[in-house]
């Protein structure tokens, strides 16, 4: 669906103030990585996701966020999150919000995002759990997938930024939230995907 900023309602504002404020207090609080923080973490970005609410999952992750650096590479998040979780799954999105939150800068990948971009913005994104050949006939790995979808989610931000859409979408956000104008580029973009993408 064509995200249309003019046709935002009070409703959009009121769900997107109450994700600010969420956010903002993440991302003030990562360092202190407490059981606040941690609650707080998980119900913005891991509301879903009853297995991270366990804490044989929950404490290795928020103990990898606490070692993450800004620089460090998502595809060896991903590969830590796989070792150190005990439900034996590639965590895609669990990483990219991880590594977010260290590093602003770095896109989220979640449901609602990959929706979007291949419907929408008809990104070659694959579908992580669907069995895919390459052209030799052989069955594409999990994490070759997910390093494929990580670099079209990272292209595809590099080159909308750059665009009129971006600049109205990033001004808009700027003219209705000037209190989290500080926040990334990236993340305003996330913010209004999620909002008014109708997936």
């Not at 050949?133 to 997910?146: H, M, P, Q, T, W």
């Amino acid at each position: 669906m064509k995200i249309c900023l003019a046709k935002a309602t009070e409703k959009h504002l009121m769900s997107l103030n109450i994700g600010l404020l969420q956010y903002s207090y993440i991302q003030n609080h990562y360092v202190k990585n407490d059981e606040d923080f941690r609650d707080v973490f998980t119900d913005f970005y891991l509301t879903s996701q009853a297995r991270m609410r366990n804490d044989e999952n929950r404490v290795p992750f928020f103990e990898l966020l606490s070692k993450t650096k800004p620089s460090d590479l998502l595809i060896d998040i991903v590969e830590e999150l796989y070792k150190i979780l005990p439900i034996g799954m590639y965590e895609f999105s669990f990483a990219t919000k991880l590594l977010h939150t260290i590093n602003p800068k770095s896109p989220i990948y979640d449901s609602k995002v990959y929706k979007y971009l291949k419907t929408d913005e008809k990104v070659d994104l694959w579908d992580i759990h669907q069995k895919k050949l390459n052209r030799a006939g052989k069955e594409i790995s999990k994490i070759d997938k997910i390093k494929h979808n990580w670099e079209e989610l990272n292209n595809w931000y590099d080159a909308f930024i750059k665009t009129k859409t971006a600049v109205d979408w990033i001004n808009w956000f700027d003219c209705n939230f000037p209190t989290y104008k500080s926040i990334s580029n990236i993340k305003k973009i996330d913010f209004i995907i999620f909002t008014f993408s109708g997936y």
